[in-house]
Structure formats: structure tokens, C-alpha cells
């Protein structure tokens, strides 16, 4: 009963931010005007205002549904990958994803400068690809200190990556830099109804494969040998979490650009609000990720006229401001 | 002749070229409360843990009613064999979310709790008498009710034997004898781990003895805790009589200083 009324209020939040995001932006409709747009689509009726359409369906509805899949697909990694390693830190671009994946967009940009730009998600998901399989060769199979050994790995890896960029960039021209730089700072700019299908495919699946497993993460989060002694193989799971995480990650980098926090923030807030083991409840998780990022979008394109704000500018100024005061708040308290 | 429910065939571990476990022997039957005793170092907390298939041994086997535990599945093992480690206070999860935890093994994946599930973890959680703390955080428990939620968890997994290590590590006297009676009322083969020889002999009916890995002594409490076993492993004097209500031996420690045994430093990692 908890849980259905859980699941109507986060489906009504869905629909209001959708059509809050959908309302604002560079031209302000009314909420019934977006309202009607919508319905005129979903009954395949004519638009009674053609341009307000367009507007909203073609531009602002799928960069809302892409914001709103790229904040649920990093929350819940984030979450995931909290649990598995029992580490409060731990957020896909702790290993290193973001650091691959901008290494492979800036190769493509500098190095292989002849090749259209519409491969630049390729060249990002090899990147970040690249750098997973560095922290999983390293994290093993073997569960004695496999947290360490992939927290650590994960953090060279994501220097050494780094330093790749630095490199490549130093040597670059001065607009390339500043094109990969806005690029990793994340947008959804570039949203289009056909570059949903990719992320929505596979962040719905690893949600899928996180029910199925949420047992054995639960497990896994009350300590090792506990969850071993419940019949949980834990290295194997771990690994086949952090794998799903990547590929999340990488997908949305891959898409979006670098969104920094949000992995980090999301799980933290939940936790802080509804209790410890409110992570477990991953629906919450995705959902209240993907409304936060709608309306960080709603921030990065309205605050300034004219002009969009970079997400990762948003997200990191408003997750680290939040992070400090979290962490105030519980030294004050203790 | 009983078929016994556990039996270590030759079992041996090593990390290494040190041998941690060196050719142990041993049989547990159902119904049966073994200690487990021996020096800090001795192998207790090893011995258990290949027995639960956490560690896999160099040599030999381990089997649970006549099947190795390494052709099985983790989550089989898990639905017949449960454990209480000592507790770990690092788990900000409620009391019944611990209990809860349980129920793991025995789930298929998507497989949700269904209203008999949730009543057995009530039905768990009173019988160690924590209803009243239930919806309270683990880590904010007190040393025997941390324990206490972990026998109720062991009791949710439903399984023939019960694993403990050390369960009376850190508890006042009164939480010592409360949990070994708690788990004596379950009425399920137990092997337990334990420091104090003075429980060891109320509680156990069969004693294993280790030393460096192996078994040196084992039988009733009254043919292992003699004067002589007892003071040659533990490097300490003692006396030894019966004891006035249950009738084993009881240890009374002489507390004078002795030399250290020559060979049984073993902690020179």
C-alpha cells in the first residue's frame, strides 16, 4: 500500500515537472497551452498552434525526457555502486568513466580532427569503455580487498586519463579547446527524439537487472562475509554492478557530456530525507534523479537570456554548496 | 549407525606456505552443540569459515549431509547452513531490514516478500524478544541485542546448522549465558567458537580443541578440559573440579605468571 501511494506521487511529480519544463524556456507558454499540445500529439489530432508544437513537442519534450533519463541513469548508479562498495563516495566518475570518456572525445576532435563530429558519441563511449575494462581487469574476480583495488584503480585510471586530455588538448587550437571543453561540461542541447532511444534502452534494462538483484546489493551492503554467508557470490556480483554502472554512465556521457555530482548527490539527499536504507528503493532513486535534472535543465537554458549555462556548472555548484551543508549539518549535530 | 549431518574430510588450508589448517578430521551430528576452543590464532574463526564455504580449502573436503559444499551453489548452502558472525556495527539498517536480510537465499530473483515472509521475520524478531526495538537503527543497539538480531536473521534462513564465532565476544555475563540459551532452545545442531572454557563446558556437549590448525584433543567436555589438556595448550595452571549444578568440569585459573611456550608464539606475521 506504501508503495503504490509512493509510486502515484512520483508519477504525478513526473508529469507536473514535465510540464512545468515544457512551459518555460527562451518563449513562456501557458501550462494549458502545453497541456493541449500535448493531448493534440498523443490523439494524433492536428495542432491547433502549429509553431507552439513544434516547439514543444519536437524541441522541449525530448530534451526534457533525455534530462530526465540522464538524472535517473546517474542517480542510480550512484546509488548502486554506494551500496556495493560501501564506500559514501563512490559515483560512476570516481572510476574514471568521465576521464575515458573525454579522452576519447577530445582524440577524436584533435587527433583524428578529419572525422565528422557526429561520431563524437562513439568516440566518447569508446573512451569511457576503455577505461571501465582498465578498473575491472584490475578489480578481478577475487573479493579479498576488491573495493580497494577498484576504488583505486578507478582514481588512477581517471588521472592517467586526464593527463591524456591535458596533453592533447595543450596542443590543440584554441576553438577545439573551448568546443571540448563546453562538451564536457555536459548539455542536452543536442536532444533529439532519436537520440532517446539509446539511453532509455539501457538504463531501463540495468533497472530491471537492479530489481532482480536488489537482494543480493542489500546483501552485499551489510559487508562481505555476511552477504556470503546469505549464498551471495559477492565478487561476481560486485563486478556485474560496476559493469552496469559503466555502461549507464558511459552511455550518457556519451550523449550528454560530462555531468558531474549528480551520481553522488541524488543517493545522498534520499538518504538524508527518507532514511538509510531508502537507497535500496531504487524507483525512488531513479525518479527523484531524473526531476532534479529536469529542472537543473530548466536552470542551465532560463537563467540567462540568450545563453545556456553548462549542466556541469549547475549541477556542481549546487551539489558541492549542498554537500558542505549536509556535511555542517551532521558535525553541528554530533 | 547415524549419518553424521557435517564431515571434514582431511581438510587443510594454507596462505602461502603457511598452514593455517593442517589435515583436519571431524564429524558433527544432528542435534549436536559443538564448541569449538583453542589460542587467539589457533584456526577457530578459519575452521568455521570453511565450513560455511567461505574459504576454500587447499586440500580436502567439506561435507553437509553427504554432499560437498563446493559442487553446490552458494545460495544452496546458504538455505541449509546460516551463521552469526560477530556483529559488525557498521549497519545503519533498522532491525527487521537485518532480520529481513535472511529470507535471501531462499528468493528467486524479482521474487518479493509475500505477507508469510513478513510474518516469519516478526515471528523471528519476537522470539529473541526485540519486537520493541524492531524499527531501531542496528548500529544504536547495545552488544547483545546486535547479537540477538543476528540469531533472529539465522533463525529467518530456516537452515539444519547454525555457525557461530565468538558469539559471546564484548557481552556482560548476563547477554553470555542469555544467547547460548537462546540458541540452545532452538533445538539445532550447532558448532559455536568460544574463549571462555567455562561456557564451553556448561553449554557444549562435544569439544574440538585446536591448536596451530590442528585438532589435538576432542570428545565431552569432561574428557577435553582436563588439567593437563588445558594448561599444556593454553599455557596456563589450573584446577579442575565439577561443577555443582550441571555437573562438567569446572576450570578455576591459578593467575600466576607463566614463561612463554617456546613454538607457540604463532601471531609472527
Known amino acids: 500500500m506504501r508503495s503504490l501511494t509512493l509510486a502515484a506521487v512520483l508519477l504525478s511529480a513526473f508529469a507536473i515537472s514535465v510540464l512545468i519544463g515544457a512551459s518555460f524556456g527562451a518563449v513562456s507558454f501557458e501550462l494549458t497551452q502545453v497541456t493541449g499540445a500535448l493531448f493534440d500529439a498523443m490523439l494524433m489530432r492536428p495542432a491547433s498552434d502549429p509553431i507552439l508544437s513544434q516547439i514543444v513537442i519536437e524541441l522541449r ?100 586519463f586526464s593527463a591524456a586530455t591535458s596533453a592533447l588538448l595543450y596542443h590543440s587550437d584554441p576553438q577545439a579547446a573551448a568546443a571540448i571543453l ?153 | ?105 531462499h528468493k528467486k530473483l524479482f521474487e518479493t516478500d509475500s505477507l508469510l515472509d513478513l510474518n516469519k521475520v516478526k515471528q523471528a524478531i519476537e522470539a529473541v524478544g526485540l519486537t520493541h526495538l524492531a524499527a531501531q537503527n542496528f548500529e544504536r543497539l547495545s552488544g547483545g541485542e546486535q547479537q540477538r538480531s543476528l540469531i533472529a536473521r539465522a533463525i529467518v534462513q530456516d537452515t539444519e546448522l547454525l555457525i557461530m564465532d565468538e558469539p559471546t565476544n564484548h557481552l556482560d555475563i548476563h547477554y553470555q549465558i542469555d544467547i547460548l540459551n537462546r540458541i540452545k532452545q532452538l533445538k539445532k545442531t550447532v558448532v559455536v567458537s568460544l574463549h571462555d572454557l567455562n561456557l564451553a563446558s556448561a553449554f557444549c556437549d562435544h569439544l574440538i580443541l585446536l591448536e596451530q590448525g590442528k585438532i589435538i584433543a576432542q570428545g565431552t567436555p569432561a574428557q577435553v578440559l582436563t588439567a593437563q589438556t588445558i594448561s599444556q595448550a593454553y599455557n596456563v595452571d589450573v584446577s579442575v573440579s565439577t561443577h555443582p549444578v550441571h555437573k562438567n568440569p569446572l576450570l578455576t585459573f591459578h593467575y600466576n605468571v607463566r614463561q612463554a611456550k617456546t613454538g607457540a608464539i604463532t601471531c609472527d606475521r
Open chain 1, 61 to 160: 519534450l525530448p530534451r526534457i525526457l533525455l534530462a530526465f533519463i540522464a538524472g535517473a541513469g546517474l542517480a542510480l548508479a550512484g546509488a548502486i555502486l554506494q551500496l556495493v562498495t560501501r564506500n559514501p563516495l563512490a559515483d560512476p566518475y570516481l572510476f574514471g568513466i568521465s576521464a575515458g570518456a573525454s579522452f576519447g572525445a577530445v582524440t577524436l576532435m584533435t587527433v583524428l580532427s578529419g572525422i565528422s563530429l557526429i561520431f563524437l558519441p562513439i568516440a566518447a563511449f569508446i573512451g569511457s569503455a576503455l577505461s571501465a575494462l582498465v578498473v575491472l581487469g584490475i578489480a578481478g574476480k577475487s573479493s579479498y580487498n576488491q573495493i580497494e583495488r577498484m576504488l583505486l584503480a578507478g582514481v588512477a585510471t581517471s588521472f592517467l
Open chain 1, 182 to 334: 563546453f562538451w564536457t561540461l555536459g548539455s542536452f542541447a543536442q536532444a533529439q527524439w532519436s537520440t532517446l532511444a539509446l539511453p532509455m534502452i539501457v538504463i531501463s534494462l540495468s533497472l530491471l537487472t537492479f530489481f532482480a538483484f536488489s537482494r543480493q546489493v542489500t546483501a552485499i551492503s551489510a559487508g562481505d562475509e555476511s552477504a556470503s554467508t546469505l549464498g551471495v557470490n559477492v565478487a561476481r556480483i560486485r563486478l556485474f554492478m560496476l559493469i552496469l554502472s559503466s555502461l549507464i554512465s558511459a552511455v550518457i556521457v556519451a550523449t550528454c557530456g560530462g555531468i558531474s555530482f549528480v551520481g553522488l548527490l541524488i543517493p545522498h539527499l534520499i538518504r538524508l530525507v527518507m532514511g538509510y536504507s531508502s537507497t535500496n528503493n531504487y524507483l525512488l532513486v531513479a525518479t527523484v534523479g531524473g526531476l532534479f535534472m529536469i529542472y537543473i535543465d530548466l536552470i542551465a537554458r532560463t537563467l540567462l537570456t540568450n545563453q545556456e549555462i553548462p549542466l556541469g556548472i549547475i549541477t556542481s555548484i549546487i551539489g558541492s554548496v549542498f554537500f558542505l551543508y549536509i556535511l555542517q549539518q551532521r558535525s553541528t549535530r554530533q
Open chain 2, 1 to 105: 549407525m547415524i549419518k553424521p549431518l557435517l564431515a571434514l574430510n582431511q581438510l587443510s588450508w594454507k596462505v602461502g606456505n603457511k598452514n593455517i589448517l593442517s589435515q583436519v578430521n571431524l564429524t558433527v551430528n544432528q542435534g549436536q552443540f559443538v564448541g569449538i576452543i583453542g589460542t587467539n590464532g589457533a584456526g577457530k574463526s578459519s575452521l568455521l569459515r570453511t565450513i560455511y564455504r567461505y574459504i576454500k580449502p587447499s586440500a580436502g573436503q567439506v561435507f553437509f549431509n553427504n554432499r560437498d559444499i563446493w559442487q553446490q551453489k552458494a545460495s544452496q548452502v546458504a538455505q541449509q547452513i546460516a551463521v552469526v558472525q560477530q556483529s559488525n556495527a557498521q549497519l545503519s539498517y533498522s532491525v527487521f531490514e537485518i532480520v529481513k536480510m535472511g529470507l535471501t537465499p
